[in-house]
């Protein structure tokens, strides 16, 4: 079989090329079956510009920190801030929560993902309603950006399955 070279994930430089670097850092999420060091999130720099992903987090500053003026920030919103503070939840963010990191970091433009199924198939529904109560159609989306837009004032996208956002600029300076 193959040879494998397992190595533990650091805060920092991960990967180094002549075209691109990523940094990760670990963010606040949950400990998983006893995982201190479950979710991380991470910055990818090019010469196209800088992206940023939170993974799974509530608000922290390590995310605050590791997004610091990126072009593009993809940022996890899985509950609406009522059904965090009402489960008491930790580790996930909600919409103030995605629209505060935004501001703190200074991102030109937001992409919320890790949305919540709202109206989508029975099963998924079905899963929703044990957060959410009955059947959610589709102003939650509304709902969504109009609190994350409180504390963020650029532009906010609603994330899709297969979805693609030019960032920065291309090589050469010309915006794309």
């Known amino acids: 079989g193959p040879?494998?070279?397992?190595?533990?994930?650091?805060?920092?430089?991960?990967?180094?090329?002549?075209?691109y670097t990523v940094k990760a850092a670990l963010v606040r999420h949950i400990d998983l079956l006893g995982f201190q060091r479950s979710c991380w999130g991470f910055r990818?720099?090019?010469?196209?510009?800088?992206?940023?992903l939170s993974g799974d987090t509530e608000p922290c500053q390590a995310i605050v920190d590791l997004a610091q003026g990126v072009d593009l920030l993809i940022y996890e919103c899985t509950f609406l801030d009522?059904?965090?503070?009402?489960?008491e939840m930790r580790g996930h963010s909600g919409p103030s929560g995605a629209g505060r990191v935004a501001?703190?970091?200074?991102?030109?433009?937001?992409v919320l993902n890790h949305l919540g199924p709202f109206d989508s198939s029975a099963a998924a529904v079905e899963m929703a309603s044990m957060y959410y109560g009955?059947?959610?159609?589709?102003e939650v989306w509304s709902e969504i950006i109009r609190e994350t837009a409180r504390f963020y004032d650029g532009p906010?996208?609603?994330g899709e399955d297969a979805m693609e956002i030019a960032v920065?600029?291309?090589?050469?300076?010309?915006?794309?």
């Not at 009522?82 to 489960?87: H, L, P, V």
């Not at 009955?134 to 589709?138: A, F, I, K, T, V």
């Not at 920065?168 to 794309?176: H, K, L, Q």
């Open 3 to 19: 040879v494998l070279d397992i190595k533990g994930l650091e805060s920092g430089v991960v990967l180094d090329t002549e075209s």
């Open 44 to 52: 990818v720099e090019s010469e196209y510009g800088t992206v940023a």
């Open 82 to 87: 009522d059904t965090i503070a009402s489960r």
């Open 103 to 110: 501001h703190a970091a200074g991102v030109k433009k937001l």
């Open 134 to 138: 009955d059947r959610r159609g589709p």
């Open 156 to 158: 906010i996208v609603l």
């Open 168 to 176: 920065g600029c291309s090589p050469g300076g010309t915006s794309g």
